[in-house]
């Protein structure tokens, strides 16, 4: 990416992230997961569609991403349902054609899975809110390709940085860029005293070992 400045865009979106609650910080009283993972960090990234500024400014982003590394885009492709709203956005800006993916084809009417027109061939770049294990994700690239698109890469607003999830993306050789990281929020957390060097310690150690962290 060398006509971004990646860092910017980085911890510009940590601030917003941590500013909107859309991630929140709790390493003294941990969530449950649906998974049944304990973990000090809880994420909603559709939070971020309720404030104007914040969603225009990630939006911007993703499409500084598609323009440097894409040019060549033809579709977006959001994945149901958190990066429905933010996929569309991105389409828009870029006045490209918008589909989104659900996890599953639908039982009943034309039992779609993927919403929307495309045509075989056609080269895509997947919008995802979020990176945990990588599997929901890799599921909407899988049925993309079942349906004979091209796909470019995957854009996503934030990633835990799992070691799974770098393994899972580099078995499927699906090409990964995410606008900010756990680090990176870590890194901007600790700037804003959201959280103490101690809290540090223990939300570091549980990225290393998320499923058996308690």
């Not at 499409?63 to 994945?79: L, N, S, T």
């Not at 989104?100 to 495309?118: D, L, M, S």
């Amino acid at each position: 990416m060398d006509k971004l400045d990646e860092n910017n865009f980085r911890e510009q979106t940590a601030e917003i992230l941590l500013k909107l609650e859309a991630i929140k910080l709790s390493p003294n009283n941990p969530y449950t997961w649906a998974s049944g993972w304990k973990s000090p960090i809880y994420c909603d990234n559709r939070i971020i569609l309720s404030d104007s500024n914040s969603r225009n400014l990630i939006a911007d982003n993703f499409v500084k991403i598609i323009k440097d590394k894409y040019e060549d885009a033809e579709v977006i492709a959001g994945v149901a349902t958190g990066a429905i709203g933010i996929g569309m956005l991105v389409a828009e800006k870029l006045d490209l054609p918008f589909i989104y993916v659900r996890p599953e084809a639908k039982k009943h009417g034309r039992k779609n899975q993927i919403e929307g027109k495309v045509s075989q061939n056609q080269k895509v770049i997947v919008i995802e809110d979020l990176i945990s294990t990588g599997m929901s994700s890799l599921n909407a690239v899988k049925a993309l390709k079942n349906s004979k698109l091209d796909i470019l890469g995957m854009i996503a607003i934030f990633t835990y940085g799992f070691e799974i999830s770098k393994r899972n993306f580099a078995n499927e050789k699906i090409d990964l860029d995410t606008l900010c990281d756990y680090s990176i929020l870590l890194k901007k957390a600790l700037q804003t005293e959201y959280i103490s060097e101690k809290n540090l310690e223990t939300l570091s150690a549980w990225n290393k070992d998320p499923e058996n962290w308690s």
